[in-house]
């Protein structure tokens, strides 16, 4: 799995990944041009979208409606070190049973994005020096 980043000036950057682009931007109060979401928001965003993915995938294999699925993913900022802390999902699933309700649970619990925040990954950074762009 990749992506690259391209900056595009300013506190805005693009990213690409198989073809498919997003920007990353900041909001106006922090000298951005508000042309995207921030990099702690795609984050949300990405675990969002994982825990929904999970969630259809149980209603649809149940035959089980997933009309009006709806998935809200909160965290708060944290110190020492700054990072993101306190996640929370909460999934709504309407016209569902309640008996499925811990099912639907333990399915968006298995996304791939909530194992990784629940398990750290291994990580490690490399810097080095690129070809030079000239000004266009």
């Given at each position: 799995?990749?992506?690259?980043?391209?900056?595009?000036?300013?506190?805005?950057?693009?990213?690409?990944?198989?073809?498919?682009?997003?920007?990353?931007?900041q909001p106006l109060?922090?000298?951005?041009?508000?042309?995207?979401?921030?990099?702690?928001?795609?984050?949300?965003?990405?675990?969002?979208?994982?825990?929904?993915?999970?969630?259809?995938?149980?209603?649809?294999?149940?035959?089980?409606?997933?009309?009006?699925?709806?998935?809200?993913?909160?965290?708060?900022?944290?110190?020492?070190?700054?990072?993101?802390?306190?996640?929370?999902?909460?999934?709504?699933?309407?016209?569902?049973?309640?008996?499925?309700?811990?099912?639907?649970?333990?399915?968006?619990?298995?996304?791939?994005?909530?194992?990784?925040?629940?398990?750290?990954?291994?990580?490690?950074?490399?810097?080095?020096?690129?070809?030079?762009?000239?000004?266009?």
């Open positions: 799995m990749e992506t690259n980043v391209r900056y595009l000036g300013g506190v805005q950057f693009e990213a690409e990944c198989r073809g498919h682009k997003v920007v990353s931007d109060e922090s000298k951005g041009a508000d042309g995207g979401m921030t990099p702690p928001e795609l984050l949300l965003s990405s675990l969002g979208t994982c825990a929904a993915f999970y969630a259809a995938y149980y209603l649809n294999l149940n035959r089980l409606p997933t009309e009006g699925l709806h998935v809200k993913v909160t965290a708060e900022k944290a110190k020492n070190p700054p990072r993101l802390d306190g996640f929370a999902i909460h999934v709504e699933v309407p016209g569902v049973d309640e008996a499925h309700l811990e099912p639907v649970r333990k399915a968006v619990e298995k996304c791939l994005i909530h194992a990784t925040l629940l398990h750290p990954p291994s990580m490690r950074t490399e810097v080095s020096v690129g070809e030079a762009v000239e000004a266009g």
